[in-house]
């Protein structure tokens, strides 16, 4: 009867432990619980703020790298300045996609709304407008341009021609930035 009374005893003693170690469990789990759930939304955050800017970051590393898209407005009639611009340009080596609407363009054109629509269509896929400030820039159609640029929440760069520091009020207004004919200096605003 000893052995088995010992036996007993043991096992009663293993079960008091058990119930000991029980009562601290679900304790043990719920913390576990609530450590490892924060560490997840600590995670879920951290994931969530660094990929948002890091997408952004890439987006624009990603812009930089591109041939940029731009619209020169220029006269037709006085393009000496928009050819130097763009033999500057050259001469940078900047390589760049040119949405402006050269005569040739133009003249397929057959009214007023269909030359806004031509613009509106180049402008939209255009980084910026670079408006050679000119005398000439109080045309019509110059005018139209920097409008619709400003409506498509474009980027309006004004260039003071060759030995000249004013341009047109209404393009100083309209710029988001005046600048002299200095290609290298364009070029950096463009980017």
């Not at 408006?131 to 110059?142: A, P």
């Amino acid at each position: 009867m000893n052995i088995h009374y010992g036996k007993l005893k043991n096992k009663n003693k293993l079960m008091n432990n058990n119930n000991n170690n029980s009562s601290w469990l679900p304790l043990i789990i719920s913390i576990g619980g609530i450590l490892l759930f924060a560490h997840l939304i600590s995670k879920l955050i951290d994931y969530l703020i660094g990929n948002e800017f890091s997408e952004e970051d890439d987006y624009l590393e990603k812009r930089k790298k591109r041939k940029p898209r731009i619209f020169v407005s220029h006269s037709w009639k006085h393009n000496k300045d928009y050819n130097n611009l763009i033999k500057g340009f050259e001469k940078q080596g900047f390589d760049y996609y040119n949405h402006s609407i050269s005569i040739d363009k133009a003249e397929d054109l057959k009214n007023e709304k269909e030359i806004e629509n031509k613009i509106k269509n180049q402008l939209l896929y255009s980084r910026c407008l670079l408006v050679l400030g000119g005398s000439y820039s109080n045309k019509f159609w110059i005018k139209k341009e920097v409008e619709i640029a400003k409506s498509l929440g474009k980027k309006v760069i004004a260039v003071r021609p060759w030995n000249t520091n004013s341009i047109p009020k209404y393009l100083e207004k309209s710029a988001d930035e005046v600048i002299g004919f200095n290609s290298k200096a364009i070029i950096e605003k463009i980017k």
